[in-house]
């Protein structure tokens, strides 16, 4: 029996998301129904809607969401009906060509459900393969991870997105370490948890660079060492001041703008890490100078989903979170209802909130 459900949809671009009843198919093979306790409000969800990722519309929003299994298809064996999991949008494949060189984060050929969910008997396109603004979604059982049911649902949801994107730019991609100095450009979600997972991999200088004030006093709270405001000063002078005329050693872009990946190229020491972790839109371009990008050596690399494995980095960052070691509470600005999406995505827009989380 399919389940009839309350859910937020974009049913056309630019249009304001309404709450509609949409059929959810009972799980085949290989699929999870899963009772949503918590979905937070991503950058990505408003990129639907306003038809910035594609045309597939009517999209079923969210995706940054824990909640609870309620029934598992066949030959599901990773979860069981009552497991506490956070939901992915990288469920790993295990045989395509990046899983077979052993770079599973990467993998090429990532799992969704098979059945679709649907609103009047039309397809939904669900919001990175989850679609979790709704009183139950459908997934591929690789996307659904157990983790400690003692964790909140409004802060372990979190870790399914953003928080996994920033912490993972810092620790999986730009390999952060003791002692090193990190910038991050952009202190939304994503920047702040890449300040945060600085702060857990030991680096000594983080530096914190955004045009709004607000967010650079929250970048202190989450462990920045110093902040710039680079609506006010040059921040690759700035930078450099702060690290002995040298730059630093890992420097994380979290926004997605040409003009902040310039500032994080040559904002960095020698042979240092540029991550860029802020998605751009298909227009943006960069120029470098060539023998810049030489002469300064290093690394230049990008961050898909903090190339995380979630099997391996959610269940170890929700103990992180039960021992006090971080903070995901800082990232939950509120706490709202399904109806509420659309008010959220406004002081999202506004810079109000780090994230708005949907309780259910
Ligand atoms: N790589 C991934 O897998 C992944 C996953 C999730 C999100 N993202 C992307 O990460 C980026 C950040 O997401 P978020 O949720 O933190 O967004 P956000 O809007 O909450 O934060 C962006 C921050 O950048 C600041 N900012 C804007 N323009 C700036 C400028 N010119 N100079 C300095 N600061 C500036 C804003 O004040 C804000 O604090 C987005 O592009 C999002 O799509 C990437
Ligand atoms: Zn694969
Ligand atoms: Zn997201």
Not at 31 to 52: N, P, W
Not at 54 to 61: K, R, S, V
Not at 216 to 228: M, N, P, Q, S, Y
Not at 250 to 268: C, D, H, K, N, W
Request: proline share 6%.
């Amino acid at each position: 029996m399919p389940h009839s459900v309350r859910a937020v949809i974009a049913r056309a671009k630019g249009e304001p998301v309404s709450i509609e009843t949409i059929e959810v198919p009972d799980p085949g093979p290989g699929e999870v129904l899963v009772g949503i306790q918590a979905c937070g409000v991503c950058h990505t969800d408003l990129h639907y809607r306003e038809g910035a990722i594609n045309d597939e519309f009517p999209f079923l929003l969210g995706h940054e969401a824990a909640g609870i299994v309620e029934e598992v298809g066949e030959g599901v064996t990773n979860v069981a009906p009552g497991d506490f999991v956070i939901l992915n949008w990288r469920a790993v494949c295990g045989q395509c060509r990046s899983c077979q060189r052993g770079r599973p984060w990467n993998c090429f050929e990532t799992h969704n459900a098979n059945q679709k969910m649907t609103l009047n008997g039309q397809p939904l396109s669900p919001a990175l393969g989850i679609g979790a603004f709704a009183e139950k979604t459908l997934v591929a059982a690789g996307q659904a991870t157990r983790v400690d049911p003692a964790a909140r649902p409004e802060a372990a949801g979190l870790i399914g997105c953003g928080v996994m994107a920033g912490l993972g730019a810092a620790m999986n991609t730009g390999q952060v370490g003791r002692g090193d100095s990190v910038a991050v450009f952009g202190c939304g979600g994503v920047g702040n948890a890449a300040i945060e997972g600085s702060r857990l991999a030991g680096a000594h200088t983080i530096i914190a660079v955004d045009i709004d004030p607000r967010k650079l006093d929250l970048a202190r709270e989450f462990g920045a060492t110093h902040t710039v405001d680079s609506s006010q000063e040059d921040p690759v002078e700035a930078i450099r001041a702060m690290t002995g005329g040298n730059g630093v050693d890992v420097a994380i872009e979290a926004i997605g703008l040409p003009s902040t990946y310039e500032q994080a190229f040559y904002s960095r020491d020698l042979a240092g890490t540029v991550v860029l972790v802020g998605v751009p839109n298909p227009e943006a371009r960069v120029e470098l100078p060539m023998i810049e990008v030489f002469g300064r050596g290093g690394t230049l690399k990008s961050s898909w989903y903090g190339d995380c494995l979630p099997s391996r980095d959610f269940p170890m960052l929700v103990d992180l979170y039960l021992q006090g070691r971080l903070d995901l509470d800082r990232f939950v600005s509120e706490t709202i209802n399904l109806d509420e999406v659309e008010a959220a995505f406004e002081k999202m827009e506004r810079g109000e909130v780090l994230r708005s989380v949907v309780v259910l």
